[in-house]
């Protein structure tokens, strides 16, 4: 952590140290999110290598950030928690979120386009309340993304975490959701609506009518989505 030491004493800088390394502030994010084990958190931060993953968990443990522990019942598996130091760290790393949302251009922003997070993101953030009380099975195709990225599946079913699966889980599909990547993005950042991209032809839902009049109350929306942006 010391490499590249700003070599001063306030307090802005040395917490800059542990905290401004590159990856640092979204791999908190994710454990805020709720990610707490290896592959979960790799799944959060896709472009991240896993060794590079691995050194900042270690420099988080080693500044008091995260704790590592062993899984109960689950021998040789190991599971990161933050810490209190860690916990405190929340409302800076939404600040962060908030911020960006608010000043970032948005143009900017939607040509960095992973599906892979976006449906990560997505089935962590679904709200089930709107859904019917039985297991409802969205597939999500985006036309435009790579082909190993290109087909999803979200399992919703009462009392149970969201699955989400990336090869067809065998379940009779209750909707098809079918857009480009860059809509989703858009509608998940708050950017964007399912009625506008229904009513504009950027997307189609084919289905449980139900479930496609209550996309926009259910679909996982970005935490700061509710945020307006700002001219400066």
């Known amino acids: ?3 590249g030491s700003y070599k001063q004493f ?6 800059a140290e542990i905290l401004c390394t590159r990856w640092t502030v979204v791999l908190l994010r994710e454990m805020i999110g709720g990610s707490t084990r290896f592959n979960e ?3 959060g931060v896709t472009r991240m290598s896993p060794a590079l993953l691995s050194q900042r968990l270690k420099d988080l443990e080693a500044a008091g950030i995260v704790a590592r522990t062993k899984a109960d019942g689950e021998p040789g598996v190991f599971e990161y928690h933050l810490t209190r130091a860690g916990r405190e760290l929340q ?3 939404e600040g962060f979120g ?10 900017m922003s939607l040509q960095n386009l992973d599906a892979q997070l976006l449906m990560w993101d997505m089935r962590r953030n679904l709200d089930p309340t709107p859904m019917p009380r039985r297991r409802s099975t969205i597939h999500f195709r985006y036309k435009d993304a790579a082909p190993a990225h290109r087909a999803w599946w979200l399992i919703v079913a009462p009392g149970a975490e969201v699955d989400l ?5 065998g379940y009779d599909v209750d909707l098809y959701a079918s857009c480009d990547l860059r809509t989703m993005t858009a509608i998940w950042m708050g950017l964007d ?4 991209a229904l009513n504009e032809n950027r997307m189609e839902l084919v289905g449980d009518q139900m479930l496609a009049k209550n996309m926009q109350a259910w679909l996982g929306l970005s935490p700061f989505a509710k945020e307006r942006k700002l001219v400066a």
């Open 1 to 3: 952590m010391t490499q």
């Open 10 to 15: 306030c307090p802005v800088a040395m917490a």
């Open 41 to 43: 958190l790799r799944r």
């Open 91 to 93: 409302p800076l790393v």
């Open 98 to 107: 908030i911020w960006g949302q608010r000043w970032v251009d948005s143009e």
């Open 165 to 169: 699966c990336s090869i067809d889980p």
């Open 193 to 196: 609506t399912v009625r506008r």
